[in-house]
T-cell receptor
Framework: RKEVEQDPGPFNVPEGATVAFNCTYS??????FFWYRQDCRKEPKLLMS???SGNEDGRFTAQLNRASQYISLLIRDSKLSDSATYLC???????????FGTGTKLQVIP | NAGVMQNPRHLVRRRGQEARLRCSPM?????VYWYRQLPEEGLKFMVY????????ESGMPKERFSAEFPKEGPSILRIQQVVRGDSAAYFC??????????FGDGTRLSIL
């Protein structure tokens, strides 16, 4: 079983739609969580950190469920520019091992 | 305030040559990570270094690959006797403290 698992997609959604991605992690020692986005042939860029109480940044909402060991990303009012691969990241304590999921591909269509 | 700097952006080598990839972390960052990404695939962790120390190299192939992060200068990922299968994008990321990682633009390695 992978340490961080994501549905690879692709998720094809129309502009303006709301879309949600889930990500599960297996290491219960994971303490910090992040969402990155990666455009084709570019470097991953930090989208947002994920806090236990949930957090929102504009059209993006991230949530963490420690009991079930999953995090989610909700995108409201999708834009064409949201088309990318979204990477879920879990980081453990100690020397802070960082594990990336393989990503969920989102395609927003006009 | 420069971000993570990787060079070269593109590197072409013939089979059997050596490839050296450089990564200068963000100012003040002492933790460096290297990842490899094949086309249409996810990021694969290779190695995690802190100044002068290798913390985790569980993702590094056992042969031909090595990494260092000296006290002065950039981190270097070195691939000896390259083969076609080494063709990939190699990304470096750095962080400091509990902050998230920030990535460089990557080096695209092509093996002829």
């Amino acid at each position: 079983r992978k340490e961080v698992e994501q549905d690879p997609g692709p998720f094809n959604v129309p502009e303006g739609a709301t879309v949600a991605f889930n990500c599960t992690y297996s290491n219960s020692a994971s303490q910090s969580f992040f969402w990155y986005r990666q455009d084709c042939r570019k470097e991953p860029k930090l989208l947002m950190s994920v806090y236990s109480s949930g957090n929102e940044d504009g059209r993006f909402t991230a949530q963490l469920n420690r009991a079930s060991q999953y995090i989610s990303l909700l995108i409201r009012d999708s834009k064409l520019s949201d088309s990318a691969t979204y990477l879920c990241v879990a980081r453990s304590g100690g020397y802070q091992k960082v594990t990336f999921g393989t990503g969920t591909k989102l395609q927003v269509i006009p | 305030n420069a971000g993570v700097m990787q060079n070269p952006r593109h590197l072409v080598r013939r089979r059997g040559q050596e490839a050296r990839l450089r990564c200068s972390p963000m100012k003040g960052h002492s933790h460096v990570y290297w990842y490899r990404q094949l086309p249409e695939e996810g990021l694969k962790f290779m190695v995690y270094l802190q100044k002068e120390n290798i913390i985790d190299e569980s993702g590094m192939p056992k042969e031909r690959f090595s990494a260092e992060f000296p006290k002065e200068g950039p981190s270097i990922l070195r691939i000896q006797q390259v083969v076609r299968g080494d063709s990939a994008a190699y990304f470096c990321a750095s962080r400091q403290g509990n902050q998230p990682q920030h990535f460089g633009d990557g080096t695209r390695l092509s093996i002829l």
